[in-house]
C-alpha cells in the first residue's frame, strides 16, 4: 500500500516545518540542516 498524502496533511506538515524552523533556526545553513533532516530515508 503506497503511502501517500493529502493536501491538508501536507499542509499541515509544510506548517509544522515553518514553525520548526522559525523557533530554531538562526542561519539559512541551520534551516537547510532542519529540512534535510526531514527527507524520507
Same mark, same amino acid.
Given at each position: 500500500m503506497p503511502e501517500e498524502m493529502t493536501?491538508? %496533511?501536507f499542509d499541515a506538515f509544510l506548517e509544522t516545518l515553518a514553525q520548526l524552523i522559525e523557533a530554531k533556526a538562526a542561519?539559512? %545553513? %541551520?534551516a537547510a540542516a532542519i529540512i534535510r533532516d526531514k527527507k524520507s530515508k
Open positions: 493536501n491538508a %496533511e542561519t539559512i %545553513e %541551520e
